[in-house]
């Protein structure tokens, strides 16, 4: 089993709003990750997870704050976000050991913000 | 900062004929993964590849990691209509063990 589940699948949301976006794996995987995608674009990095402590954060604005509560689950809170951030957002997860690198990749949340 | 150049950026092809891309850099990867997106899905992860000059298939489907660590191809032999979609390679990097992306291959077969 490789899956990598995300809700919401949608989510419309107002600059003043605050909301969560979840994901989840049952794979015993110890990397987690949330990447950012645009139309036609390749997903771009935002936050890496390793063994449940944040080991990235590529410069990501303060509105968003991600969360990793336990091993399978990875939260990233949305507050006071701008037109320019809707985008499909990803979660990934790996095993992140030597020969065993692969990223598996969630169905995403197509976030609009108005 | 590492990136990686996939060509061709798009592809028209009839159904039945093979398909060819590649991904190139200037700097070395301990790692190539070839990913397939459909429109409003996440990236499926293809062929996953670890040493140099490896080649692997899975089904219809051939990637080989270049002898230099410095590019990767993917195969796609007799294409059907399900084919379509944007195919990513992503090489990793054994200095900051981020994923790096290239801009895509969207590929559109004809019935």
């Known amino acids: 089993d490789t899956e990598v589940t995300q809700t919401p699948k949608h989510l419309v949301m107002g600059m003043t709003n605050k909301k969560s976006l979840k994901c989840e794996q049952h794979?015993?995987?110890?990397?987690m990750y949330w990447y950012k995608q645009k139309a036609k674009k390749p997903p771009e990095l935002m936050f890496v997870?390793?063994?449940?402590?944040?080991?990235i954060n590529e410069s990501v604005p303060s509105r968003f704050s991600p969360e990793c509560p336990n091993s399978s689950l990875l939260n990233l809170h949305l507050h006071a976000l701008q037109p320019e951030d809707s985008a499909l957002y990803l979660c990934?997860?790996?095993?992140?050991?030597?020969?065993?690198?692969?990223?598996?990749f969630g169905p995403g949340t197509r976030l609009t913000v108005t | 900062g590492q990136q990686l150049n996939q060509s061709p950026q798009s592809m028209f092809i009839q159904e039945g004929e093979d398909v060819s891309m590649n991904c190139t850099s200037s700097?070395?990867?301990?790692?190539w993964l070839w990913y397939k997106q459909d429109p409003g899905e996440g990236p499926v992860l293809l062929i996953a590849l670890y040493k140099a000059g490896e080649l692997t298939s899975n089904g219809r489907l051939t990637a080989q990691f270049g002898i230099t660590r410095k590019d990767s191809f993917l195969n796609i032999s007799a294409s059907i209509p399900s084919d379509v979609g944007i195919y990513f390679c992503?090489?990793?990097?054994?200095?900051?063990?981020?994923?790096?992306f290239g801009q895509g291959t969207t590929l559109q077969v004809k019935p």
């Open positions: 997870y390793s063994y449940e402590k944040l080991s």
């Open positions: 992503a090489g990793r990097s054994s200095n900051t063990g981020k994923l790096i």
């Open positions: 794979m015993g995987h110890r990397a």
């Open positions: 700097s070395i990867f301990n790692t």
């Open positions: 990934a997860s790996s095993y992140q050991r030597e020969g065993s690198y692969e990223q598996y």
